[in-house]
């Protein structure tokens, strides 16, 4: 028996379920929604994850609760890491007037040239996942800003 023969009447044709097909294919569709910006759910999300444009995409969208969930942990992540480089940054300045100037260095130095840059790639990671329609919730920042994102009426 060669590939082309079937077993059965040779006038039988393969017959293939349309649900087997349609399964292999399946691609999951989301439904876009749009802002009160005019911009589409997922978009407004991503671009949320720009400091300054978060911002004021938490003053002016005031119906979509997923945007205005991003715009608030962006906002909260963008002050925690602008608290903390102030507050290493005077670490530093007071260990160098101490004349402890290499112990200053010692923290200053991983946290300008470590945790700097991760929270820059955890902007854009977390930028993509909105893009994709996807909630990364960070641990105590997410719980805030899920509580204090309800749009306004």
Do not use: D
């Amino acid at each position: 028996m060669t590939n082309n023969e079937h077993v059965g009447s040779e006038n039988q044709t393969p017959v293939f379920k349309e649900e087997s097909v349609e399964t292999a294919a399946t691609v999951e569709t989301v439904e876009k929604k749009s802002t009160s910006v005019g911009l589409e759910e997922n978009i407004a999300a991503a671009l949320c994850h720009l400091p300054i444009i978060g911002l004021i995409f938490f003053f002016i969208e005031k119906e979509n609760k997923v945007v205005r969930f991003h715009a608030l942990q962006v906002i909260m992540l963008s002050i925690v890491v602008i608290v903390a480089s102030i507050a290493v940054g005077i670490l530093t300045g007071l260990l160098s007037f101490m004349k402890l100037g290499m112990l200053g260095l010692l923290i200053s130095g991983p946290f300008y040239f470590l945790i700097m840059p991760a929270s820059t790639v955890l902007l854009i990671f977390m930028a993509v996942w909105a893009y994709k329609g996807k909630v990364i919730n960070l641990p105590v920042i997410g719980k805030f800003a899920e509580e204090h994102s309800t749009p306004k009426q």
